[in-house]
């Protein structure tokens, strides 16, 4: 079964933080053990980084891509482009700071694999405001031109740390459906970072994605969480007539607290069971799994 999750920190933690394998919570092995054919890394470029110098950032975080290429976890550019079986990686941006430099930037980053890039953290910068910071302000007319610029050229627009005016904006006049890869269910849990009904009905109405968190903040009120509580929120997206565009973006090594059965990829057959239980039959299961996520890179073309 194809298996795909859109979002982790992963490059931060081995080619900014300097950690290894032993200390974060994907390693090549678990991928493997979990059978996660597709696995995102973002390269996260917000303004924390040495200096405020992105693009020193986005290149360490690149750089550091080998070391799942040396343990033989290949990159793909399209989820058509797995095999059979096969282990691999995604790229992304979680902050697309260093495309306020130039378009090239666009280029240039799209040449080197990356797919997903959300204009926005959690701290606003040219293009756009964070939902961590309000709710009201709108994107700006640079975040609206540049959206345009990354969808033309393949790459997705993240909206899952844009706030809800930029959301709208994007919706209004984006030129392609956005993905929200790490996002949760306001309805469950009230937090800015989840999204709302409306929210994913647009999702739904116009063609998206949304790939589920598994941050117990973002799923529970009491910040408790199992495979069980990401379940109920792939649920409440489906029952909102969202079955056909969710999935898994678990947000590992960039929450420090997981779910308490889920806590890396070696233990998604358990959120797999979760979903049986909820009743979900295999051709569901199927394209929650990763289906879903192949058919919306398809609309994108």
Not at 56 to 72: L, P, S
Not at 90 to 116: H, N, P, T, Y
Not at 224 to 236: F, L, R
Request: aromatic share 10%; with cysteine.
């Amino acid at each position: 079964m194809f298996l795909a999750d859109t979002h982790s920190d992963t490059l931060f933690s081995l080619g900014v933080g300097k950690r290894t394998f032993a200390q974060t919570d994907i390693t090549p092995d678990r991928l493997r053990q979990g059978g996660v054919s597709l696995q995102t890394l973002a390269l996260w470029s917000g303004p924390k980084g040495p200096n405020g110098d992105y693009e020193a950032v986005a290149d360490a975080e690149y750089a550091a891509i080998r070391h799942f290429t040396d343990a033989g976890i290949r990159q793909v550019d399209d989820p058509e482009d797995v095999k059979p079986g096969e282990n691999t990686f995604m790229l992304s941006f979680e902050g697309c700071e260093v495309f306020q430099k130039s378009d090239e930037m666009v280029a240039f980053w799209r040449q080197r694999g990356i797919r997903i890039g959300a204009l926005v953290w959690n701290h606003p910068n040219a293009f756009a405001t964070p939902a961590a910071v309000d709710a009201e302000t709108h994107m700006t007319p640079e975040g609206i031109r540049i959206a345009r610029v990354m969808q033309r050229q393949g790459i997705s627009v993240d909206v899952s740390h844009l706030n809800e005016a930029g959301f709208w904006d994007l919706f209004a006049k984006g030129e392609r459906p956005p993905m929200a890869s790490h996002s949760c269910c306001r309805a469950l849990c009230d937090h800015v970072r989840n999204l709302t009904d409306d929210q994913i009905r647009a999702m739904i109405q116009y063609g998206g994605y949304i790939g589920v968190n598994f941050y117990p903040r973002f799923l529970s009120a009491d910040c408790k969480a199992d495979s069980v509580t990401i379940a109920q929120h792939i649920d409440h997206i489906c029952q909102l007539g969202g079955s056909d565009i969710v999935g898994f973006g678990s947000d590992f090594d960039g929450i420090e607290v997981s779910p308490d059965d889920v806590r890396n990829p070696a233990e998604l057959p358990n959120l797999l069971t979760a979903l049986r239980n909820y009743g979900y039959n295999d051709e569901s299961i199927e394209r929650i799994c990763g289906g879903n996520l192949k058919a919306y890179f398809a609309r994108l073309k």
